[in-house]
């Protein structure tokens, strides 16, 4: 990577992925399970993967959904699980806090920062830097190093994720976060290994709050507005009651919009996972990691049957 303002900086990348996506039917039943891994470090990750075990899994988790009662539509308090579950987050709020939806004026974060944008007990990360995960890379594509940027801290806005144009237009400072799919995009400011901190609670905590919800174990697809409003399918989830699961549901979808959603994530417990995915935007489909932990929502729209 070459500019005029003197940079040159050179890099390496080795990207691998693998994705399982398993129909189940069973006359008028139907159900749909997918997962997706992913390492740019290790170069026997594909050579040394368990795709027995990943099989498995993914196999045991459709049989459970595809004889599954349908969820009933309501408002529901909701724990969603870690790893995956980042995915909402991602979409829903880590796009809003990018510059390019500053330059178009379609976040509404575009003046609040340092100010309360989330519950107090949330904290989140954007960084290059996590070993072994999927959007981790020793530079953006303008050849700045990769580092750590806090996005959110305690519920209040720190940062926006900015490239050099970004900068150059926002006034936000750069962040390591120019990507582009390759050489045909110019580069913009993109999410790289986006997370919601781990918190303080365990997960008995979290289940013994709810005394009837929705666990979302496995989230699906999604759409997301130019502002937030979002909807996402659950590919696998169960019913929550004083505190326990008691049976499978399908068919639930969770509705709702950033600025609500992010002062209703009340509690994070402390077990931390990551999970690869690509993300498509104005410059290209890029590489990323999405997680948390598993956290609690107090209240959510879940359309269903």
Same mark, same amino acid.
């Given at each position: 990577?070459?500019?005029?303002?003197?940079?040159? *900086?050179? @890099?390496?990348?080795?990207?691998?992925?693998?994705?399982?996506?398993?129909?189940?039917? @069973?006359?008028?039943?139907?159900?749909?399970?997918?997962?997706?891994? =992913?390492?740019?470090?290790?170069?026997?990750?594909?050579?040394?993967?368990?795709?027995?075990?990943?099989?498995?899994?993914?196999?045991?988790? #459709? =049989?459970?959904?595809?004889?599954?009662?349908?969820?009933?539509?309501?408002?529901?308090?909701?724990?969603?699980?870690?790893?995956?579950?980042?995915?909402?987050?991602?979409?829903?709020?880590?796009?809003?806090?990018?510059?390019?939806?500053?330059?178009?004026?379609?976040?509404?974060?575009?003046?609040?920062?340092?100010?309360?944008?989330?519950?107090?007990?949330?904290?989140?990360?954007?960084?290059?830097?996590?070993?072994?995960?999927?959007?981790?890379?020793?530079?953006?594509?303008?050849?700045?190093?990769?580092?750590?940027?806090?996005?959110?801290?305690?519920?209040?806005?720190?940062?926006?994720?900015?490239?050099?144009? =970004?900068?150059?237009?926002?006034?936000?400072?750069?962040?390591?976060?120019?990507?582009?799919?390759?050489?045909?995009?110019?580069? *913009?400011?993109?999410?790289?290994?986006?997370?919601?901190a781990p918190g303080d609670y365990s997960l008995n905590d979290l289940f013994?709050?709810?005394?009837?919800?929705?666990?979302?174990?496995?989230?699906?697809?999604?759409?997301?507005?130019?502002?937030?409003?979002?909807?996402?399918?659950?590919?696998?989830?169960?019913?929550?009651?004083?505190?326990?699961?008691?049976?499978?549901?399908?068919? #639930?979808?969770?509705?709702?919009?950033?600025?609500?959603?992010?002062?209703?994530?009340?509690?994070?417990?402390?077990?931390?996972?990551?999970?690869?995915?690509?993300?498509?935007?104005?410059?290209?489909?890029?590489?990323?990691?999405?997680?948390?932990?598993?956290?609690?929502?107090?209240?959510?729209?879940?359309?269903?049957?």
């Open positions: 990577m070459a500019a005029s303002d003197g940079t040159f *900086a050179r @890099d390496i990348r080795l990207t691998q992925s693998v994705g399982y996506n398993l129909l189940c039917a @069973d006359g008028q039943h139907r159900s749909s399970i997918s997962q997706r891994l =992913g390492d740019t470090s290790n170069p026997s990750f594909l050579r040394n993967w368990d795709y027995t075990s990943t099989a498995q899994t993914v196999a045991e988790s #459709a =049989g459970k959904m595809l004889y599954a009662d349908y969820v009933e539509s309501g408002t529901y308090p909701v724990i969603m699980a870690n790893e995956f579950g980042g995915v909402i987050f991602h979409e829903a709020c880590g796009h809003l806090l990018e510059t390019t939806q500053i330059e178009r004026g379609t976040t509404p974060f575009i003046d609040k920062k340092g100010e309360k944008i989330a519950h107090e007990n949330l904290t989140a990360w954007d960084e290059g830097l996590s070993p072994d995960a999927f959007g981790t890379i020793d530079m953006d594509d303008e050849g700045m190093p990769a580092q750590r940027t806090l996005l959110i801290e305690q519920g209040v806005l720190r940062n926006f994720l900015s490239d050099r144009a =970004g900068s150059l237009r926002t006034g936000h400072p750069r962040t390591g976060s120019g990507r582009r799919q390759g050489y045909t995009y110019a580069a *913009a400011s993109r999410m790289r290994n986006t997370y919601i013994a709050s709810v005394d009837k919800g929705i666990y979302c174990k496995k989230m699906g697809g999604g759409s997301v507005g130019a502002t937030g409003q979002f909807n996402f399918a659950v590919d696998e989830a169960y019913l929550i009651e004083n505190g326990q699961i008691t049976q499978p549901l399908k068919g #639930a979808t969770l509705i709702g919009e950033a600025t609500e959603i992010m002062d209703k994530i009340s509690m994070c417990s402390n077990d931390l996972g990551l999970a690869a995915g690509f993300c498509g935007s104005i410059s290209g489909s890029v590489y990323v990691t999405v997680g948390q932990p598993h956290l609690k929502v107090d209240s959510i729209t879940v359309g269903g049957r």
